[in-house]
């Protein structure tokens, strides 16, 4: 079935039965219902690639993330799929495996007009956001999320990691910790140093001594993490509580506590940002910041859609914070 | 930058350096590689879409999975994007949710040439295969993996669910088990009937009674299926072993222990399909089989890119089977 049979079958020109499709203003309505009707009957597909070449448009976004093994952008995947499948968007997913030159290599690969918009979470080792604004500069939109950089004037969704830093220290504070230790992934990504000046300020509301011995900064491979914490809990003023700013170092913790003969939670309190079903499941169950991750996936999608489809000015950005969440359970 | 002037740049006439860019057999090489050369250097990029509707290619691949927040379909995404980023294809991603009507929906929008070609993992739900014929009528390449139909004759990539069926199934019997039940997904997916098959074989390898009451399909939600393995472990002739077909009912199955006060390994031994991190971390630790999902994504891509690029003809049916191992924890 293509364009030319869809017209003989209507009795009507190509031209008519083209132009009706693409729902231009020459046409009546009545013809056009009654082309598309005709359309569906047939099952007659526009072909995406002609109709796209014609628009400019794609209906297609990309999102850019650094890992996919991780319990936090599996459901932000699902909630940007959500919207797509309402807005009718496909999209195109691609990892940077935290590195900053294959996040520079996707951006190249997308600046040709490929997709209609994107979505990005920073690679942790991304200290330069010139390949970010050249694209942007080409009028593709784009929407940083979770992982965001602040010299960026982009719009963005975040949860609230200030706020939940403090709720995760206080959280540790209210559980008589006195020598809190705060174990970061990045010295410059937004979600580590938001957290972390989170712990600052709820250690100064507790008039509470800051100690730069306890502010780790985690950023090497599983192997260079856990030395790092050994050291930091086999210390002789070792601290009574962790706040981990991921997942992944609590376990790493875990790990270290159950190689060093420490109770968790009677010798260390452990807290982390998480959103697995499976820290329930850990021995002991870990008591979790839970990021509202399916929610901002949603909010990341519908932004983009907004600014590719100029239901809102490219000049407007909005910031967009969603709520994390405690949730208490054994290791504290 | 565009063509023109790139044309201008090369002193070249704007045909010659359209045809270079083509690889057309008219242009020498010599002069494809001058057209290359300060294409690159004036950092030049060809328009995706007038060359992709020009070749009616899209250097783009779809993937379609019934959910993505599971341990087994990360690192299977991880292994696709790694050969897609070698050979120089965008992956599209879809998810159908378990709902066959989804599955049908996305193969619609696929049919009007967006995609190269397709990888699928069927939906649990999935009883007719009308649409995946229709597609490979029209030529769009597809591949089959991890839950594949029999009803159709494409290429195929799998884990040895039977053999693995019968690892799982004689390691309970290793540890001295005499009542060993198993817990399906699906009664027509080949993830479930292989490793039920491999599961009875060893029985009979053994000498085992099959109890069709020892035979349980979880299709249902979290809340039913806790609810089958309640009354199986609530029941006079309890199983002392329980052979979970994925990580999801392994879980269950320590829920519902803990709640009716069962001891695992002591009271019930358990093991499963699974390719969680955490599986380590589960209390106790569970003994699992493990598959190679990051292999099974490469393979499954790498034969996609075989077809689509024409390596292979299209009537040549590749069946891989990646072998599965065993990981022996605490939970036998």
Chains 1, 2 share one sequence.
Not at 47 to 65: G, Y
Not at 157 to 186: M, P, Q, W, Y
């Amino acid at each position: 079935m293509n364009l030319k049979t869809l017209a003989q079958e209507l009795n009507l020109s190509f031209s008519t039965v083209s132009k009706a499709l693409r729902d231009s203003h020459e046409i009546s309505s009545i013809t056009k219902n009654r082309v598309i009707a005709k359309a569906n009957e047939l099952n007659y597909q526009v072909n995406p690639l002609a109709s796209s070449f014609r628009k400019q448009k794609t209906k297609t976004i990309a999102l850019i993330i650094p890992e996919i093994v991780n319990d936090f952008f599996g459901p932000v995947i699902n909630g940007i799929e959500s919207i797509a499948q309402e807005k009718g968007y496909h999209v195109l997913v691609y990892l940077t495996h935290e590195c900053m030159q294959k996040e520079i290599a996707i951006f190249k690969l997308l600046q040709s007009g490929r997709v209609d918009g994107i979505m990005l979470s920073l690679s942790e080792r991304t200290s330069d956001t010139t390949h970010l604004k050249e694209l942007n500069e080409r009028g593709v939109p784009l929407i940083l999320f979770d992982r965001i950089s602040d010299q960026l004037d982009v719009s963005t969704v975040t949860t609230d990691n200030f706020a939940g830093g403090i709720t995760a220290t206080e959280h540790l504070i209210e559980r008589g910790c006195k020598r809190i230790a705060f174990l970061g992934i990045s010295k410059t990504l937004s979600v580590s140093t938001g957290r972390m000046n989170g712990y600052l300020e709820a250690l100064k509301r507790n008039s509470m001594e800051r100690r730069d011995n306890r502010i780790i900064c985690c950023d090497g491979d599983d192997w260079e993490n856990k030395k790092l914490i050994r050291n930091l809990l086999k210390s002789k003023d070792r601290p009574d509580g962790i706040f981990a700013s991921v997942e992944t170092l609590a376990i790493s913790t875990y790990e270290v506590c159950a190689e060093l003969g420490l109770n968790i939670p009677n010798d260390l309190k452990v807290i982390a940002f998480s959103n697995s079903y499976l820290a329930a499941l850990l021995n002991p169950s870990l008591t979790a910041i839970r990021q509202p991750a399916y929610e901002m996936g949603r909010e990341a999608a519908a932004t983009l859609v907004n600014l590719v489809e100029k239901r809102v000015c490219p000049c407007h950005h909005q910031k967009t914070e969603i709520k994390s969440k405690l949730i208490v359970r054994n290791s504290t």
